[in-house]
């Protein structure tokens, strides 16, 4: 199965938008990773999901991460999905080898190994406290791309700016109401006194 990169490189000579050097050409094929990874929080409850684009798959595939089991689980359904892979692993590139117990198996060139038994909410929490997460498949380490809390919250903070924008002529015809019955209040009081 012939694989075609997904770069905008690609998709611009396919359409014929434009004609990039060769030198730039070799550059991107080069740089492209054969597999993507993106770590996303989906719903209102924030239902983290990896989709990963694996060796052996034309588009993404999906994995929903449930927080209380260990990691072993997602790399297990990875490796049933692909059954190329024949390694896995989870890396975090902000830890440090500081103690001198920990073997070299344990210590890649992005970090310290994640064990498999460790539990999905707390490789979840460190992720997102440091922003980092690798993903080695077959010896090839896929950074993962998580999405931040800024990206999260966008698109709340998008309706919330639409919503203001509706409210808005809403709250200019409140506070005219508002004034017409405190000047109707205070008329009527203004005769109760006189009366």
Do not use: C
């Amino acid at each position: 199965m012939k694989r075609f990169p997904t770069s905008n490189f690609y998709l611009h000579s396919r359409l014929n938008l434009f004609r990039p050097t060769a030198s730039y050409a070799r550059f991107l094929s080069s740089n492209l990773p054969s597999v993507h990874a993106n770590l996303k929080f989906v719903g209102e409850h924030d239902i983290p999901f990896l989709y990963v684009l694996l060796p052996s798959a034309d588009s993404p595939v999906s994995f929903r991460i449930s927080k209380l089991k260990p990691i072993s689980h997602i790399l297990a359904a990875i490796q049933e999905e692909d059954k190329t892979i024949t390694k896995i692993a989870l890396f975090d590139s902000s830890l440090s080898n500081t103690d001198s117990s920990t073997e070299k198996s344990d210590v890649g060139a992005i970090g310290v190994r994640w064990a498999r038994s460790t539990s999905a909410e707390d490789v979840l929490a460190v992720a997102l406290k440091h922003g980092s997460l690798v993903l080695e498949i077959n010896d090839e380490k896929i950074p993962v791309k998580i999405q931040t809390l800024e990206e999260r919250l966008k698109p709340i903070q998008e309706k919330l700016a639409l919503l203001h924008v509706e409210i808005e002529p809403l709250e200019i015809k409140k506070k005219t109401l508002d004034q017409l019955a405190k000047n109707s209040a205070s008329r009527m009081t203004w005769l109760g006194l006189v009366a």
